[in-house]
């Protein structure tokens, strides 16, 4: 059985985007699996999506949720994969899901190849690594030491990281990640030398660079979060035969 996991919090996502993920998984996983949503609220959400509370003295902060998916009190166990809620998945995930389950996997960010220290002029660039927590397999009891190693010392991890991203990269040593053809990025594409599928309006006379691989896993839909890039019915019309 695999346990797939996506965390939804406060209002920028509504539960339509939870059952829209449940089902392109449903599409796209052949294995028997659940799917979970950790949430400070349930509402609207389908009946075959199994809600976990997020405890009101564990709340915090959009991202940091995320890390909550690794506590041992999780009512699942075994074999995971982790979704964010702007995800697109495309084609079938089995190989994706039994994919280096020893140790947590994450995204390559080969569109981001950075590494900076603490003492970078800008915040948001601090402690930088290639790695994208949008995505992620694991073993359950393998990784319940995350939280444990976290929690404690949480309010000085936040302070310090900008991003889930960067407290994972940093601290958790062992990760791995997946095959490059697998995950792109929508603002990136797969590599550094990826070229642009499309240029779309953004207003004005501006236009912003996209990319598309039809035979990739998932498409990361990360970037801004104005009206047009949260819906991609609205920002990327290739989206529309994934998005449902």
């Known amino acids: 059985m695999i346990n797939v996991i996506t965390v939804k919090w406060g209002d920028k996502y509504d539960s339509d985007y939870v059952n829209r993920l449940n089902s392109m998984v449903d ?57 964010d809620l702007d995800t697109v998945i495309q084609n079938n995930i089995d190989d994706l899901v039994n994919y280096e389950l020893h140790r947590l996997c994450g995204v390559w960010t ?12 800008y915040a948001t660039m601090r402690w930088k690594v290639p790695f994208n ?8 009891s393998d990784c319940y030491w995350i ?11 936040i302070m310090q990281y900008y991003g889930d991203d960067k ?25 550094e030398k990826d070229e642009a599928t499309d240029d779309v309006p953004i207003g004005g006379n501006m236009f912003k660079p996209l990319y598309y691989h039809p035979d990739a896993m998932i ?26």
């Open 147 to 157: 939280w444990d190693y976290f929690w404690p010392a949480h309010n000085e991890y």
């Open 167 to 191: 407290f994972l990269g940093n601290e958790v040593t062992d990760y791995s990640t997946f095959p490059e053809n697998w995950i792109y990025s929508r603002l990136y594409g797969m590599n």
């Open 27 to 83: 599409r796209h996983l052949t294995e028997p699996h659940r799917f979970f949503c950790y949430t400070d609220d349930w509402t609207g959400l389908d009946e075959w999506v199994d809600p976990i509370l997020i405890p009101p003295d564990e709340l915090l902060e959009g991202w940091w949720n995320k890390i909550g998916i690794f506590k041992s009190n999780m009512p699942y166990e075994g074999r995971c994969l982790y979704l």
């Open 110 to 121: 080969y569109w981001n190849l950075v590494w900076t220290d603490g003492d970078y002029k």
């Open 219 to 244: 498409c990361l839909l990360n970037g801004p979060t104005d009206a047009h890039s949260k819906s991609p019915l609205l920002y990327y019309e290739r989206f529309k035969e994934h998005w449902t």
């Open 133 to 140: 927590s949008s995505v992620m397999t694991w073993t359950a």
